[in-house]
């Protein structure tokens, strides 16, 4: 058996008989299945490119002995595990070796979903009904009435009644292959054989994931003799985990995964870096009266558009070559709650993201006026939706006020979605933030995939522009 | 007929009783009762292994399939062992990019799009805010580069994932919040253990328990003092910026494969979904596959992914190269961003997003006279303790600034401590927590009245 190192380097540095003997106790099921997919992978030609995980549990040592790639998991987590190397290289055979506590009590959640993910994928679980290297415990799959350390008195309906794994996962859509084996006599061994077998057949064939429970003998944790412990399984364990076939693959094959691009080309037109720049229309970082460091706010309710407006002015500063950042600031709520936006421009670096004291304010709401309103710095420009907001409190001394009946315009338009472009028309128009091209060429970069929204975009701009333009003048005049 | 000379004509099997442990499955199975139960103690074992009789054997091998060890009962094997192969490294390639035009990204997502550049085209992950958005960006990318994206049952599942492709060989990361960073606690300790790379961004939100969603430093400690059980360490980068997101992003690949170990970035809830100005770096990563991995192919078949040493030697052993490795970040790997440090009496010490208000709040204090400097720590593990140390000089008094229960001032009071130096030196600090990250003007206003005090002092 060449899938068997010739000695056992990693058995206590191979020292005297550890060379070649196994760190299983006398009669031990884990040897037998060991040796059982040893020789299916000799059959099947798959040694180079088996992955076998190694789980916690007794059969931890699973690395000292197969001569194939090996790797150890933690407690329970071997079909995690092993759904990384398969994806990582979906040529290699990966056998997940599991017992009943890593698998059926611990590592629950990670074997389900590793069967619903359904990726080829082998699995084989040893079921002994009990807890072998910490020494005899309850297992998952102990038997009712079984004496164990932690069931002195014998499991009892307190303590649950053993999981039926095998069933279980052939319930499972994503499972393929799903079959309960034993070793009780020679007849289980050859079926076990044949089983094992399949199952990384299954796998190779990348039809799907395969999963084998094999009942297996633990004489040490029993009390039992190996011969007796046999009997113990067929008798004992067998009505309670019906041997036979639960599940046969139906599902054509996956077709090969390709290898990962890593053109870079192509990675530059992924993460949209391709796209030509976008003219600049600024002649210098705006005069303000907001000097170089300018912080704007953007207030209303969700679905209002404030975030959407905020990351245009964001996008529109840095094509013009500045510095900005927009930060995002929401309610619990997935919709329908309070939506606040931070903008802030610089001309070579942004220092403080935050605007907790705006210069400039756009209020989509009566609510984020009361609330921001007052923090708006002195000399700076409160632009508000005057449709829904018609008893505008009094602002600090020296803000400007420009109400702009944004829904309303928007509702003229024929888009009430557009209201936050008509706002943000007026800001710009009220600020001397930038000439109206920079909006006009962010939008259209916005909307690149959208054409057919280009025009009403643009004339929500202009009729905000116009009506910032109009109540400044009311309220100079 | 034919079966039954070809049955006659196998080979018996054989037993070097030292490799027989007594267990008597083999007796039962032969049906010619050629196997009969030990009386004699063997004196290398202390067990007492089968007797063979084999006068009545066929050869027909069952009790060599009912024998549960290897190199038990067995006929001779004339097939040699297959030669293994020696594995050698394959160098990660550099890929120029040309000139690619700014992007304008979330941190989060300029984090995921590092990554790609990295070459890394694995993630795992499972959805918490504020961390979502880079989990949602990879998949949507990574398909289209023939990735793979897993969304995992829970963040214990996914940092597993990790483990298994990165013990592959290959470069793979997640995006998490502080909850779920807890969660995957205990496979760090198992990648560092085991020498397994892979790229953990933590979009850290406040804590404890389920805490709030809102930006905190909270995880600081995690990770730089608690990455699960037993001795663990790893290099935890710290971004301020979305640019950083994509660079340090970037760069945790590169070191996570330097040193076959974890790579942490600590990004808060702001800068996760901040959006900013990015540039890109000059080139992208192809990845190559290191020689240790198990990649489950020829060439990797005789390695193996572990973290479990059983004899006490061992593992000390293993311990004292783990603790080689982290004394080679220490002096390597330390990185600092200093603002206006040089002539400074008063230090701020702040990192990522409060950094940002704390540098607004220096160039504040500098117009009203107060020589005022920022040491802003880009590597959190290992402390930049030698970019720091030379400032100390001049330095009066530190006012560490976070987000967080005091969690950097811990790092630098051990760096400080560690290193012997700083006494003398006052050390006060201004903590905002639940959500709520200092403002420029707090700052501002707690160096103001440092200054103050000492000036009266």
Redesign the interface.
């Known amino acids: 058996m060449s899938t068997f190192y010739e000695r056992f380097e990693r058995h206590d540095h191979a020292r005297g008989l550890k060379a070649r003997s196994t760190h299983y106790c006398a009669g031990c099921g884990h040897g037998l299945v060991h040796k059982l997919i040893g020789e299916a992978i000799d059959d099947l030609g798959l040694q180079d490119r088996v992955v076998a995980i190694s789980p916690v549990g007794c059969s931890v040592f699973l690395h000292y002995y197969l001569d194939v790639g090996n790797t150890q998991a933690a407690h329970g987590r071997a079909p995690a595990v092993g759904i990384g190397h398969k994806l990582a290289n979906p040529e290699a055979i990966v056998i997940s070796y599991q017992g009943d506590g890593d698998l059926a009590s611990i590592g629950l959640a990670e074997i389900i979903h590793a069967a619903q993910l359904g990726l080829p994928f082998t699995v084989i679980f040893v079921n002994n009904a009990i807890y072998g290297m910490t020494g005899g415990q309850l297992a998952p799959t102990s038997l009712m009435g079984q004496r164990t350390s932690t069931s002195p008195g014998g499991r009892n309906r307190h303590m649950g009644s053993p999981l039926r794994m095998a069933e279980m996962m052939a319930q499972i859509d994503g499972t393929a292959y799903v079959e309960r084996v034993a070793l009780f006599d020679a007849k289980q061994r050859a079926r076990a054989g044949k089983a094992i077998k399949r199952a990384l057949q299954v796998q190779a064939d990348r039809v799907g994931f395969a999963f084998v429970e094999v009942l297996a003998e633990c004489p040490t944790h029993l009390g039992l003799t190996p011969p007796e412990t046999e009997r113990w399984v067929a008798e004992k364990m067998v009505p309670v985990f019906p041997l036979g076939l639960k599940k046969e693959p139906t599902a054509p094959p996956f077709p090969p995964w390709p290898p990962p691009n890593h053109d870079p080309a192509e990675l530059l037109r992924v993460i949209g870096a391709t796209s030509a720049p976008v003219a600049r229309f600024c002649r210098g970082f705006p005069v303000t009266a907001f000097g170089e460091d300018i912080a704007l706010k953007l207030a209303g309710a969700g679905g209002d558009g404030a975030q959407t407006a905020a990351l245009l002015l964001t996008k529109a500063a840095i094509n013009e070559g500045f510095d900005a950042t927009h930060i995002p600031s929401y309610g619990p709520e997935s919709r329908g709650g309070t939506s606040y936006a931070d903008v802030r421009i610089a001309e070579s670096e942004v220092l403080s993201p935050a605007a907790p004291h705006p210069h400039a304010l756009v209020a989509f709401n009566a609510p984020s006026l009361a609330r921001f309103g007052p923090e708006v710095l002195p000399g700076g420009v409160v632009v508000y939706d005057s449709t829904v907001v018609t008893a505008p409190p009094s602002l600090p001394p020296g803000v400007r006020p420009v109400p702009v009946p944004c829904t309303a315009i928007a509702h003229e338009l024929g888009q009430k979605m557009v209201k936050n472009v008509v706002a943000l028309g007026a800001l710009v128009a009220a600020t001397g933030l930038f000439p109206p091209e920079t909006l006009v060429a962010a939008v259209h970069q916005a909307l690149a995939s959208k054409p057919k929204l280009l025009t009403v975009n643009e004339e929500a701009l202009a009729r905000g522009r116009r009506a910032a333009e109009e109540a400044l003048a009311q309220t100079a005049g | 007929m034919a079966t039954v000379s070809k049955v006659s004509k196998r080979p018996q099997p054989g037993l070097e009783p030292?490799?027989c442990?007594?267990?008597?499955?083999c007796?039962?199975?032969c049906v010619h009762g050629c196997i009969a139960p030990g009386q004699e103690i063997n004196p290398?074992?202390g067990?007492m292994p089968v007797a063979l009789h084999l006068d009545e054997c066929n050869g027909c091998g069952?009790c060599v399939?009912?024998?549960?060890?290897?190199?038990g009962l067995?006929v001779p094997?004339p097939?040699?062992?297959?030669p293994?192969a020696v594995p050698a490294d394959l160098a990660p390639e550099r890929?120029?990019?040309?000139e690619?035009?700014?992007?304008?990204l979330k941190g989060a997502h300029a984090s995921a799009?590092g990554a790609?550049?990295a070459?890394c085209?694995?993630f795992?992950g499972y959805p918490i805010t504020p961390s979502t958005e880079g989990a949602e960006l990879m998949a949507r990318?990574l398909p289209?580069?023939?990735?793979?994206f897993?969304q995992?049952?829970?963040e214990?599942?996914?940092v597993?994932?990790?483990?298994?492709?990165?013990?592959?060989?290959?470069p793979?990361m997640t995006f998490t919040s502080s909850p779920g960073l807890s969660l995957m606690l205990?496979?760090v300790s198992?990648m560092i253990g085991?020498e397994v790379p892979g790229v953990i961004v933590d979009v850290m939100r406040g804590g404890p328990g389920l805490g709030g969603?809102g930006p905190e430093q909270s995880d600081i400690k995690l990770l730089c003092r608690g990455l699960g059980h037993g001795g663990t360490h790893a290099i935890v980068l710290a971004p301020a910026t979305?640019q950083e997101m994509l660079d340090f992003t970037q760069l945790a690949f590169a070191l996570a494969f330097e040193y076959r170990n974890p790579v942490m970035i600590a990004a808060d809830g702001?800068l996760g979904?901040?959006?900013?100005?990015v540039l890109?770096p000059p080139a992208?990563v192809?990845?190559g596959l290191p020689a240790w991995s198990?990649?489950?192919?020829?060439a990797?078949?005789?390695?193996?992914?572990?973290?479990?040493h059983?004899?006490e030697a061992d593992l000390e052993a293993h311990n004292r190269h783990l603790q080689a490795k982290y004394l080679m970040m220490i002096k390597a790997e330390q990185r600092a961003d200093l603002y206006r440090c040089q002539d400074a009496d008063v230090l701020l010490v702040a990192c990522n997003?409060p950094a940002?208000?704390a540098?607004?709040a220096v160039?504040a204090l500098r117009d009203e006279g107060i020589a005022a400097g920022l040491f802003r720590p880009q590597t959190l593990w290992p402390f930049p303790i030698k970019a720091l140390k030379p400032l100390l000089r001049e330095v009066r008094q530190i006012v560490v600034v976070e987000a967080s229960d005091g969690q950097l001032e811990d790092e630098l009071r051990l760096a400080l401590s560690h290193a012997g130096v700083g006494e003398g030196i006052e050390l006060r600090h201004l903590r905002r927590m639940g959500g709520v990250?200092p403002?420029?003007?707090e700052i501002v206003d707690a160096v103001r009245a440092a200054v103050k005090r000492r000036a009266l002092a």
């Open positions: 030292e490799y442990k007594g267990c008597n499955r007796v039962e199975a290398l074992t067990l069952l399939d009912a024998c549960p060890e290897p190199w067995r094997d097939t040699p062992p297959r293994r890929q120029p990019l040309g690619g035009k700014p992007l304008i799009i790609l550049l070459g085209r694995h795992f990318l289209q580069l023939d990735g793979h897993v995992a049952v829970s214990v599942a996914a597993n994932m990790m483990y298994g492709c990165g013990g592959a060989g290959l793979s205990e496979g198992y085991a969603i979305p702001y979904q901040m959006t900013g100005k890109l992208a192809k990845p198990v990649h489950g192919d020829a990797h078949r005789g390695n193996l992914i572990n973290s479990f059983l004899a997003t940002r208000m540098k607004g160039r990250l403002s420029q003007r």
